[in-house]
């Protein structure tokens, strides 16, 4: 299998959180940062996120401009990439707009601990693979993506899935937009929480692109093997 090409996308204040202490949805980026976050979705083929992320923020995850969508329909693409949610399928609900919003074809990678009826109730909205005992295996994952003609992931967090998909080497780039906010707090979600490196585990990145738009800043990053 040749491994799609993934990237994570997110947006942090200066101190390097990805929401509140409220641990819910807060806007960071600007307008024009959000056209360079819908520009990555449209030349994607599936956007990645965690299952606490569908059920805290429940993201619409299509693209916005008219143009783009267009454009990769004229280009014989879906109008909208796949959108893909990893973990427990306890919190989503069926009028989610992860689920139900825009055109766009659904896939939930999700465990054997899961309530089966509630599966089997998914199943009538979106493709579900039930991959693994306790945890989702991501390698078999971006495997069963491969397969399905995926070559580009976008991940769109939060910092838990961010986190295991670094641990699992899966990923090559990583895109942040850092605006000019503190928000503090201990607990609060970063871009990689999970249980974190030891010394020998760190991941290094080598700086590839920096961009000013207004007053925030994006700094585009490739992993380093
Ligand atoms: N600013 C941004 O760019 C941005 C983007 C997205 C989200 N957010 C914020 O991030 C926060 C949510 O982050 P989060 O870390 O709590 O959640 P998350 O990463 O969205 O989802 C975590 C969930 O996914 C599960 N999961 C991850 N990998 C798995 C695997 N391999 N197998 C099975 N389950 C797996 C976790 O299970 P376990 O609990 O068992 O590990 C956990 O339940 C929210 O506050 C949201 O607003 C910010």
Redesign the pocket.
């Known amino acids: 299998m040749k491994k799609p090409f993934i990237f994570i996308n997110?947006?942090?204040s200066l101190d390097g959180k990805?929401?509140t202490s409220e641990?819910?949805?807060v806007k960071?980026s600007n307008e024009k940062d959000m056209e360079r976050v819908d520009r990555l979705r449209a030349e994607s083929d599936a956007i990645l996120?965690?299952?606490?992320?569908v059920a805290?923020?429940d993201p619409k995850l299509t693209v916005k401009s008219e143009r783009l969508r267009k454009e990769r329909v004229k280009k014989g693409l879906p109008e909208n990439p796949l959108k893909v949610m990893?973990?427990?399928i306890k919190e989503i609900k069926f009028d989610s707009d992860f689920l139900d919003y825009g055109n766009a074809e659904k896939i939930i990678f999700t465990?054997e601990k899961e309530d089966s009826e509630k599966i089997v109730r998914l199943m009538e909205k979106a493709r579900v693979f039930v991959l693994g005992k306790k945890?989702?295996d991501?390698k078999k994952m971006v495997s069963i993506l491969s397969d399905l003609g995926v070559k580009r992931i976008m991940v769109?967090?939060?910092?838990?899935?961010?986190f295991?998909m670094l641990k699992e080497g899966l990923v090559d780039e990583i895109y942040v937009a850092i605006a000019p906010k503190i928000f503090g707090g201990r607990n609060v979600?970063t871009l990689a929480?999970g249980e974190g490196f030891k010394e020998g585990g760190i991941v290094d990145l080598e700086l590839i692109d920096i961009e000013k738009l207004d007053e925030i800043i994006v700094l585009r990053y490739r992993i380093l093997a």
Do not use: W
């Open positions: 997110s947006a942090m990805i929401s641990k819910k949805q960071i996120v965690g299952s606490n992320t805290i923020d990893v973990g427990s465990t945890r989702v991501l769109e967090g939060g910092g838990t899935l961010n295991e979600p929480d």
